[in-house]
């Protein structure tokens, strides 16, 4: 019986190293040698593969592979075809520019505040608790479009807060020290048109101890006045310029309150504030890319279309 199973054994580790010549050699590989195609074409089917499975799975599978991946124009071919970035714009950028972390983060030109229109309830956000603090309302999508909710203040100040980790985040100490890029705010605030609201807003940009404040933007006191015939909401933006080095975190705080002084929640609306980091890139440019893929959409889509 032993010597049964130890003759199977040996015919099996036989076929498996037929099987492993063959491959070997090519015999058993169907299709196309990935190798033998132009550096070019392999660099346009790499860019479809996600960032991660790049470095975690594809640049370990040869040599030649590892040495696509690691390029430096790689990257920034991946980043431009993903449309990351417009098409050319690599040379407003710093020559040392982290391509890589670039495109596995995407840090740049997203919201980096969470929950922000109340989904969530109060998650992601620390409240001091003024009067009966915040709550969340549900809210018609045509009163700010695309929103069906918004925190909602009480009848005396309450504040809530969120702080935001650049370097957690996805971006790295020569981009914020040197290079500086844009921060940009934006906020919207309302009220019951028939009680009005006051409110007001403070960001911060603080360095790695989180207490040393850089630059700071402070709103003014904002009342929505009672007896409003619409529903109103208001915009508040600020643009963030040369703030100089050590910019680690971003604290967002907002304050509001009703103006009957109602037990409830009958105060200020605050919804779909964001807080976006962007490429100093000439808006030309920005809009030229735009432009492109509105044109290849459509192209796409008429095809279908046929």
């Not at 690691?70 to 950028?93: M, Q, V």
Request: with cysteine; aromatic share 12%.
């Amino acid at each position: 019986m032993g010597q049964k199973m130890g003759q199977k054994r040996k015919r099996m580790d036989q076929t498996q190293n037929t099987m492993h010549k063959e491959e070997d050699s090519g015999l058993t590989k169907p299709g196309i040698n990935l190798l033998e195609l132009p550096e070019e074409i392999l660099q346009l089917i790499l860019s479809y593969v996600p960032a991660r499975n790049l470095l975690q799975d594809c640049q370990r599978v040869c040599k030649a592979l590892h040495a696509v991946i690691g390029t430096h124009s790689f990257w920034i071919f991946k980043c431009e075809e993903e449309r990351l970035i417009p098409r050319f714009s690599g040379k407003y950028l710093p020559l040392n520019f982290n391509w890589k972390r670039f495109c596995m983060k995407e840090p740049f030109n997203r919201n980096l505040i969470r929950n922000p229109c109340g989904a969530e309830g109060l998650r992601h956000w620390h409240v001091i608790k003024g009067g009966d603090g915040w709550s969340v309302k549900t809210i018609s999508e045509e009163d700010l479009t695309g929103i069906k909710s918004t925190f909602v203040s009480s009848f005396y100040w309450s504040e809530k807060s969120q702080t935001i980790d650049l370097i957690k985040e996805g971006f790295w100490d020569s981009i914020l020290d040197k290079y500086q890029p844009e921060i940009v705010i934006n906020d919207w605030f309302s009220a019951y048109k028939q009680w009005g609201g006051t409110y007001w807003m403070l960001i911060q940009l603080l360095g790695k101890n989180k207490h040393r404040v850089i630059k700071e933007y402070k709103t003014d006191i904002r009342v929505m006045e009672t007896g409003q015939p619409l529903q109103q909401w208001d915009q508040v933006t600020h643009v963030f310029r040369d703030y100089g080095p050590g910019v680690r975190y971003i604290k967002l705080i907002h304050n509001g309150k009703d103006v009957l002084f109602w037990k409830g929640h009958f105060g200020a609306w605050v919804s779909n504030s964001s807080v976006t980091v962007r490429l100093r890139i000439p808006e030309e440019l920005a809009m030229e890319d735009e432009k492109v893929i509105r044109a290849s959409t459509t192209s796409v889509g008429s095809l279908f279309r046929l």
